[in-house]
Structures are given as C-alpha cells and as structure tokens.
C-alpha cells in the first residue's frame, strides 16, 4: 500500500530554517521520483522542487530557487526538504506527491512570521 507521510511543519520567524520530511512506503525511491507542493490560503496549489530516482536529479520553482534543498535518502526512503531564508509568502500546507501512483501525503503546516 503506497502512503506518504509528512513531518517538520511549524511556525518559524522571517529567515528562519525549517526541514521537511516525507517518509514513503508501498514503494521505493530508488525507482520513482518525488515532488514537493504547498498550497496557501485562497491559492493553487503549485509545485516547489521535485527529485527523481536513480540519481536524484533535482527541480526547484523560481521563487524557492536558492532557499530550499531537496534530497533523499534511500535506505530510509525518504525526501527531505530543507528550507532557510524563509519568508512570509512561503505559508502554506507543504505536500509530498509521488506522480507514478498519483498519491499525495496528508501535508504539514508551515507558517512564517514575525
């Protein structure tokens, strides 16, 4: 049974850190990829930074491109998300997604304020 679990979410101050992990089981990350999306309030969700298999190859939205770091590790199958310089706009609820099976994990709140 694929499922995907996230976990770091919190409030943290303008230029604050905050890591973000998916744990996934049912499936491996040796051979599919996964991405990162957040939704805010009254807004789409959108994607932020993706990782395939194999290699790891890496994606990132302009708007998080040099503030975030996404990386995996496969003997614990899980994605990491490592976000710092965090800024107000980046409030949302943060979800991982594997795209093969179409599934999307339960999210975690991130909240930046002062």
């Known amino acids: 049974q694929v499922q995907l679990a996230e976990f770091g979410g919190g409030l943290v101050q303008p230029g604050g850190s905050l890591r973000l992990a998916c744990a996934a089981s049912?499936?491996?990350?040796?051979?599919?990829?996964v991405g990162w999306f957040r939704q805010a309030p009254g807004k789409e969700r959108e994607e932020v930074s993706c990782?395939?298999?194999?290699?790891?190859?890496?994606y990132y939205a302009d708007s998080v491109k040099g503030r975030f770091t996404i990386s995996k590790d496969n003997a614990k199958n899980t994605v990491y998300l490592q976000m710092t310089s965090l800024k107000p706009e980046d409030t949302g609820v943060y979800y991982c997604?594997?795209?093969?099976?179409?599934?999307w994990g339960q999210g975690t709140q991130v909240t930046v304020s002062s």
């Open positions: 997604h594997t795209l093969y099976y179409d599934y």
């Open positions: 049912g499936f491996s990350l040796d051979y599919h990829g």
């Open positions: 990782i395939t298999r194999g290699d790891g190859s890496t």
